[in-house]
């Protein structure tokens, strides 16, 4: 091989290999030519949102208490639950949040309760629920010291509190002593189906004194009937609120009303079978005032003996036996369940009187 030809061959591997070498990154992209002057997009002023999230936003303007609870309560029911709104919805929504430890929402809720219209559906439904629950779910809330910090929140659910509980009580008592769902009741003692029978048990027993005027007034329309003997079981289960207004019955007003044998009869059995001792200062009297027929005075001391545990010979004269019982209640050694409440019922001879005389312990004595 010539000496000239060397170099070439030289060259040639040369340029072979550099075309055979890697492209550094970014030098295979075309530049760009610069912008004409005027042309640079404009730079946006940096971002402050950092600053405004770190600022707080001022406490929206209220113009009650209430109203940052229910704005609370609202989006709280809007992403978990349903909004109350029956009667049984909000009696739930506050029994729920006073379990939860949210007092303040309960309060609220309380409010709307009682705020809800018309109140007498409002009233219903809450008979009901204390049908099904009593009343110590509403008197328990008494004992919730403190339901929001909110001074004026605090002082509205304690008043709400009470509020709650005499329209509870207050329905509760219309409802019972309601005459004309009594003489239903009483109708319904002969009812057709043991269910039905069953419920006028219960429901008389809850209205128990108040229904006494009809329960008397039922017994001398039947006077003499099967139905009367029915009747005076029905009574005697009705337990001792139910008896108690019928004692004075026994004691006749004229000559008239002591002929009357057969309400006599009956409720001195009713006394008797229901083993009220309550009864004997006024079996006493029917025993030995002459003014009623022999048949009664005899029924009332058979009653006695049985009460008082003895044989009717050894029984002591009537006299003597209601001088000692006055002179115990002189003494105050006859005690009372609540002696600043002692109702008495006064038979006119003709009807007890729905609503009693309330008297002190002091007075009764007399």
Do not use: C
């Not at 970014?26 to 002057?37: I, T």
């Not at 019955?249 to 000559?255: E, G, I, M, P, T």
């Not at 050694?333 to 002696?339: G, H, I, L, S």
Request: a positive charge.
């Amino acid at each position: 091989m010539s000496v000239r030809i060397l170099p070439l061959l030289v060259l040639a591997g040369l340029m072979f290999l550099l075309a055979r070498a890697p492209v550094a990154p970014g030098q295979d992209k075309e530049k760009k030519p610069p912008e004409a002057p005027g042309q640079e997009k404009e730079k946006k002023p940096p971002a402050d949102n950092d600053k405004q999230a770190e600022q707080k936003q001022p406490p929206p303007d209220v113009k009650e208490a209430y109203e940052e609870l229910k704005e609370k309560a609202e989006k709280e029911y809007r992403l978990f639950f349903k909004r109350p709104e029956t009667t049984f919805e909000f009696w739930a929504a506050i029994r729920f949040e006073i379990e939860d430890g949210k007092f303040d929402l309960a309060a609220y809720h309380l409010k709307q309760l009682l705020d809800k219209q018309p109140a007498e559906k409002v009233d219903d439904d809450l008979l009901t629920v204390e049908a099904n629950e009593g009343l110590a779910p509403f008197t328990r809330l008494r004992l919730i010291a403190k339901w929001s910090a909110d001074k004026a929140v605090q002082e509205d659910a304690t008043q709400n509190v009470e509020k709650l509980i005499q329209r509870v009580t207050g329905a509760l008592e219309r409802r019972l002593g309601d005459r004309e769902r009594i003489n239903k009741l009483i109708k319904s003692l002969e009812g057709a189906t043991a269910e039905e029978r069953v419920y006028a048990q219960a429901q008389l027993k809850r209205s128990g004194a108040r229904a006494a005027p009809m329960l008397v007034a039922a017994l001398r329309n039947t006077a003499g009937t099967t139905k009367s003997q029915r009747l005076q079981t029905a009574i005697v289960r009705l337990g001792p609120e139910a008896i108690a207004p019928m004692f004075d019955v026994l004691r006749a007003r004229d000559a008239t009303d002591a002929k009357d044998v057969e309400l006599r009869l009956a409720l001195i059995d009713i006394f008797k079978r229901a083993g009220d001792t309550r009864a004997v200062p006024y079996l006493w009297h029917v025993a030995g005032a002459f003014q009623y027929p022999a048949v009664v005075r005899q029924r009332a001391k058979q009653a006695l003996a049985y009460l008082l545990e003895t044989h009717v010979e050894r029984l002591t004269g009537g006299q003597v036996a209601l001088t000692q019982l006055a002179d115990n209640y002189y003494q105050n050694k006859v005690k009372f369940t609540d002696p600043k409440r002692v109702p008495v019922w006064n038979w006119d001879g003709k009807a007890i009187p729905e609503q009693p005389v309330v008297l002190a312990a002091a007075q009764a004595d007399l």
